[in-house]
C-alpha cells in the first residue's frame, strides 16, 4: 500500500506503461444521415433499397472503431504493424478489418500482409470512407467488390526510405478467397489473384500527379453445367457435362488517375477510374456470388458470364477555404456490354441494365472532428423493353450526413 502513494514509482511506473503502449492508437467515425428518396420503396446503392413504404429515413450508415498497433526498430522504422477494425450501426456488428503486416528488416522494401483487409485494386475501392466527398462508392464497386474487402496474403514493394530513388511507386500482388466478407467460408479452391502498381504523388509543375494500374485475375468453380454466354446479342446455354468443376471467369483490368491543382484556396482535383473485364455472376443480379448460386428450393442455378465496363469522374473544388468544397461525381456501371437499350427484352433482366449516376454535392468541414455533407444523386437507367426499365426509375437521393471523427 506504500506504494501506492510513492510519487517517484508511480511515475516510474506511468513511464514504462507508456513506453510499453505508445505504440497503439485509437481512431473511429460515426456517420448518422438523413435520405430522402424520390419516390417510396426505391431502389438505391446510396446506403441501400428503401422499404415498400418508406422514402426518407434516418440512419447510422457507419460506426467504425478501429485500433492500430505499430512497432519499430532502432532506425525509427516500421517492423510489424497491426489493425483492427470493426463497423457497428442499428443493423449489428461487422469487422472490417482484422490483418497484420511485417516489413522486410534487410532491405526495407517489402512486406507481408495477412488476413482481412481492402483488395489492393483501384483507387476507389481502397479511398476510406471517412475520407471519400461522395456518400458512396460508385455501383460498379459495390457489385463487383462489396465490402472492398477479403481473406488473403498480399506482398507489397513499398520503400520505407524516403530518399529511396523508388520511394513514390508502390507494387501489391495479393491472393485472396475471393467471395468477400459477405461469404460465411470458403466456396471453392480457386483463388483471385490481384495486382496493383501505382505512383505516389509525382510533381509535375505546378500539377501533382498520382495513378495506378490493377488487375484480378480470379473466378469461380461452376458447380452446375448449365453456364450462360453472351452470343451475338443474346446469351447462349453451354450444357456441356464437362462443364462442371471448372473455372468460371472473373477478370478485372482498371487503370485510375488523381491531378491536383494547387489554387489560392486550396487544391483543385480531378479524378478518373475505368475498369472492364468479364464478370460470372447470376441471371438476376450482376454482382460478385458469395455463395454457391441456388434457387430457393436448393436447386443450383446456371451461371451467366458477362462483358462488363464502368468508370467514375470527380471533379472537387474548394471555395472560399479549404473548409467549404463544391463536388461533382459523375459513373457509369454497364453490367452487359454486348446488349444495350431497346435489345434488352426477352431473356434479359435488370441484372444487364446500365446506370448512370450525376452526383452534385457541398462538404462543409467544420473542424478536425465535424463533417457536414449534402449530396443529391440524380441516377438514370437505360430504356428498355423489359419490365420494370421502359423508363426511367424515380430512384434519386439526397442525402445530408453528418460524420464525426477522432
Not at 155 to 171: M, T, Y
Not at 388 to 404: A, I, K, N, P
Amino acid at each position: 500500500m506504500d506504494n501506492l502513494t510513492d510519487t517517484t514509482l508511480f511515475q516510474s511506473g506511468l513511464f514504462s506503461f507508456y513506453e510499453k503502449f505508445n505504440r497503439l492508437r485509437f481512431s473511429g467515425y460515426i456517420q448518422p444521415q438523413f435520405q430522402v428518396a424520390q419516390s417510396k420503396g426505391a431502389p438505391s446503392f446510396i446506403g441501400g433499397d428503401f422499404p415498400a413504404a418508406v422514402n426518407n429515413r434516418f440512419s447510422l450508415r457507419r460506426g467504425r472503431l478501429r485500433l492500430d498497433y505499430s512497432h519499430f526498430n532502432k532506425e525509427g522504422l516500421p517492423s510489424v504493424f497491426f489493425v483492427f477494425q470493426f463497423d457497428g450501426t442499428e443493423r449489428g456488428f461487422f469487422t472490417r478489418d482484422f490483418w497484420g503486416r511485417v516489413y522486410d528488416p534487410k532491405w526495407h522494401l517489402f512486406n507481408l500482409t495477412a488476413g482481412i483487409f481492402p483488395r489492393p485494386f483501384g483507387f476507389e475501392i481502397n479511398l476510406g470512407s471517412n475520407d471519400r466527398e461522395s456518400p458512396e462508392r460508385g455501383r460498379m464497386s459495390q457489385l463487383l467488390m462489396r465490402t472492398e474487402r477479403d481473406i488473403g496474403a498480399m506482398v507489397s514493394f513499398q520503400p520505407q526510405r524516403k530518399d529511396h530513388p523508388l520511394s513514390k511507386i508502390k507494387a501489391d500482388l495479393g491472393v485472396f478467397n475471393g467471395q468477400g466478407l459477405n461469404a460465411s467460408s470458403d466456396i471453392d479452391s480457386h483463388k483471385d489473384v490481384i495486382g496493383r502498381v501505382s505512383i505516389k504523388q509525382a510533381k509535375l509543375s505546378p500539377f501533382l500527379i498520382s495513378g495506378g494500374a490493377s488487375i484480378l485475375y480470379g473466378g469461380m468453380e461452376q458447380f452446375t453445367n448449365e453456364v450462360y454466354r453472351m452470343e451475338k446479342g443474346t446469351f447462349r446455354l453451354d450444357d456441356n457435362p464437362a462443364n462442371v468443376g471448372k473455372i468460371a471467369p472473373r477478370h478485372y483490368y482498371g487503370a485510375d488517375l488523381q491531378i491536383q491543382i494547387p489554387t489560392r484556396v486550396g487544391n483543385t482535383e480531378l479524378r478518373a477510374e475505368y475498369i472492364t473485364g468479364t464478370q460470372t455472376s447470376t441471371r438476376t443480379s450482376s454482382e460478385s456470388p458469395y455463395g454457391i448460386p441456388s434457387f430457393n428450393g436448393g436447386t443450383l442455378a446456371p451461371l451467366f458470364v458477362r462483358p462488363f465496363n464502368g468508370a467514375y469522374f470527380y471533379f472537387l473544388q474548394p471555395i472560399f477555404t479549404e473548409r467549404h468544397q463544391l463536388g461533382v461525381k459523375y459513373d457509369w456501371y454497364d453490367p452487359n456490354t454486348a446488349v444495350a437499350g431497346q435489345s434488352l427484352g426477352e431473356g434479359f433482366t435488370g441484372a444487364d441494365v446500365t446506370f448512370r449516376t450525376l452526383g452534385m454535392g457541398y462538404n462543409y468541414y467544420i473542424n478536425d472532428n465535424l463533417r457536414l455533407m449534402l449530396w443529391y444523386d440524380r441516377v438514370k437507367n437505360e430504356e428498355t423493353r423489359l419490365p420494370g426499365y421502359t423508363q426511367d426509375l424515380d430512384d434519386d437521393v439526397f442525402t445530408c450526413r453528418l460524420q464525426f471523427r477522432f
